[in-house]
């Protein structure tokens, strides 16, 4: 349970690492719940409190480090292209961050 705990914190909290297979292991764990080789009950606090610690680090890493990234441009990241994408996410921030889910 450890190592499906720390591979859906990295896959959700590490900016460098979101290629791991997240939504594979999510449903290969449910099959393996189903065939009773994982307990359900101890599958799901794991995952949840994975995915929710990763956000949050995931998220302090972007706080400290984002605005950082953008004191000049790179060839990688543009000042022009975050003023875009502030602006269109002030525009439909809401419906998008909903919509983007499914």
């Given at each position: 349970y450890s190592i499906l705990w720390g591979i859906v914190f990295a896959e959700t909290g590490l900016v460098v690492t979101p290629f791991l297979p997240g939504d594979s292991l999510l449903f290969a764990c449910g099959a393996l719940c189903g065939l009773g080789a994982l307990n359900i009950w101890?599958?799901?606090?794991v995952f949840l409190t994975a995915a929710i610690i990763g956000d949050a680090?995931?998220?302090?890493i972007g706080h400290?480090?984002?605005?950082?990234?953008?004191?000049?441009?790179?060839?990688?990241l543009k000042r022009k292209?975050?003023?875009?994408t502030e602006e269109f996410y002030g525009k439909y921030g809401g419906k998008t961050i909903v919509l983007a889910r499914f």
């Open positions: 101890i599958t799901i606090p680090v995931n998220y302090a400290k480090v984002g605005p950082k990234a953008f004191e000049s441009d790179t060839w990688f292209n975050l003023k875009k």
